[in-house]
């Protein structure tokens, strides 16, 4: 299986900075990967897929970047909306498998 | 647009089976693979398995290809999750989802299994 190794775990930010969440995946995937964002009490939200690609409807100031086993999401001018725990999930290699989550709160 | 709609969730006794389903909406069922999704309590995210858009192949996690299965139903737009012989650390909320890039969730399924 491809291990996901994301951080931090947890991030405070304040409203208007950037934030940054890595993924390490085990071996590489190629670009295969996504991010989500998971809002409290919510079902999870694809973000970005192709680790770069913006979802239909998705502010533009999410970005994702990467390549081989390192990627990242960014965040640019933290809204209050924006927190949430995000999660990277890979779809390269089967099983499919996911980050441990970056939960992201507002300081 | 977009709707899953999970259904079958509950408290269930470890050992029994329960089969979970997902009605999907606003789109062409028929031409996407759909994947099963849990989320723990601790909200760690696993993978359970897809299935081809037909019908005709299943992709499992290796952890739990003995125990659930995974099926569909193209006429009635549904997919279907059968867990059988189910444990405690089965308690989980269980997501169906559209494709392996899953630019589509349902709301959830809370099952619970306790004594």
């Given amino acids: ?107 | 647009e977009v709707q899953l709609v999970e259904s079958g969730g509950g408290l269930v006794q470890p050992g029994a089976s329960l089969k979970l389903s997902c009605v999907a909406s606003g789109f062409t069922f028929s031409d996407y693979w759909m994947s099963w999704v849990r989320q723990t309590p601790g909200k760690t995210m696993e993978w359970i398995g897809d299935i081809k858009y037909d019908g005709s192949y299943t992709n499992y996690a290796p952890s739990l290809k003995n125990r659930f299965t995974i099926s569909r139903d193209n006429a009635k737009s549904t997919l279907y999750l059968q867990m059988s012989n189910v444990r405690s650390e089965d308690t989980a909320t269980y997501y169906c989802t559209r494709a392996r890039v899953m630019d589509a969730w349902g709301q959830g399924a809370s099952v619970t299994v306790s004594s």
């Fill in chain 1, 1 to 107: 299986d491809i291990r996901m190794t994301q951080s931090p775990a947890s991030l405070s930010a304040s409203l208007g900075e950037t934030v940054n969440i890595e993924c390490l995946a085990s071996e590489d995937i190629y670009s295969d990967l996504a991010w989500y964002q998971q809002k409290p009490g919510k079902s999870p939200q694809l973000l970005i897929y192709n680790a770069n690609s913006l979802q239909n409807g998705v502010p533009s100031r999410f970005s994702g970047s990467g390549s081989g086993t390192q990627y990242s999401l960014k965040i640019n001018s933290l809204q209050s909306e924006d927190v949430a725990t995000y999660f990277c999930q890979q779809y390269n290699n089967y099983p499919l498998t996911f980050g441990s989550g970056t939960k992201l709160e507002i300081k």
